[in-house]
């Protein structure tokens, strides 16, 4: 089973600015962390190495930092490792980027299966899995939580719903996205780690992946950050209370009052 796994470098903490005048992440001077939903990604792809052999290779879009992430995946038990890279890149949304990281995979030659994290920790938005399937041109389901059975051909997963779970099988080559439920991440061992450090990351450009370049980066992104703040905080209300009745008598007194009905 040959599998990819997309990653994400992202900044190890939630509380990240916001730079008012271009509306984007503030990045610099905050440690970065492989995505935590792309360990669980990453644990998942090992397992069904382990259990049918093949090969698990990491991939990232990002800046020339997002190799320490490549190397953490690695430290785990990662074959390879592939850096997404060149300036064309900079500013791209999450449809720029799933274009981008599916041209990447497409690079790599052949695969049976895709793994992404349910979503990156930063950015937030859930998108990027399901646009990389989309633009692959291959099935995927988002929010697995397990997956039941997986053979040359297809594969059977549960998919995490708000009242429960769905059972959905489709063909590979596919794509999923995982969520926490599905394993428990292995620490990296010291013979991992050792390997990581001296390991080769291979790197793509624009021109590696002979993508349409009016469809990179900041040029190729259809999303425009108009503004971006904190919502102010809600001050005053009034708490009212009472039985039932008092409690209806209040409520239409305070509408009629603000001219909601008469
Ligand atoms: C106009 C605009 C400009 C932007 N410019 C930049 C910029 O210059 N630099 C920047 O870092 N961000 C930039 N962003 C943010 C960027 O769009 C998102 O961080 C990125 O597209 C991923 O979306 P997300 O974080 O919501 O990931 P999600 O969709 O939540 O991620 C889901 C999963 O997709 C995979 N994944 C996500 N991102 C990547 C990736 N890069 N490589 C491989 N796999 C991935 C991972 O498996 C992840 O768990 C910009 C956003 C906008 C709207």
Excluded: H
């Amino acid at each position: 089973m040959n599998i990819v796994v997309c990653i994400k470098q992202v900044p190890g903490t939630t509380q990240v600015k916001v730079n008012p005048d271009t509306g984007t992440l503030i990045r610099d001077s905050v440690e970065a962390v492989l995505n935590p939903f792309d360990e669980y990604a990453v644990e998942e792809a090992l397992r069904i190495k382990e259990k049918q052999g093949g090969t698990v290779r990491v991939i990232t879009m990002g800046p020339p930092q997002a190799e320490s992430a490549l190397r953490q995946a690695i430290a785990m038990g990662a074959d390879e490792a592939w850096l997404i890279s060149d300036a064309a890149f900079a500013g791209s949304d999450t449809w720029a980027t799933s274009y981008t990281v599916s041209r990447g995979i497409r690079a790599l030659g052949e695969f049976d299966l895709v793994v992404c994290g349910k979503q990156a920790i930063d950015g937030d938005t859930a998108q990027v899995g399901p646009g990389v399937a989309e633009m692959l041109g291959i099935p995927f389901v988002a929010w697995v939580r397990k997956i039941d059975d997986i053979s040359g051909t297809s594969l059977r997963v549960e998919r995490l719903m708000e009242d429960g779970y769905d059972v959905v099988e489709l063909p590979l080559p596919s794509l999923i996205t995982v969520v926490k439920e599905i394993n428990e991440p292995r620490m990296a061992s010291l013979k991992g780690k050792m390997r990581a450090k001296k390991a080769d990351i291979r790197t793509l450009t624009a021109a590696d992946l002979g993508a349409d370049a009016a469809r990179l980066g900041l040029k190729g992104s259809p999303t425009q950050v108009l503004r971006s703040f904190v919502p102010e905080k809600k001050t005053g209300g009034e708490k009212i209370s009472g039985d039932v009745p008092e409690l209806v008598t209040k409520l239409k007194s305070t509408i009629q009052e603000l001219g909601v009905i008469k």
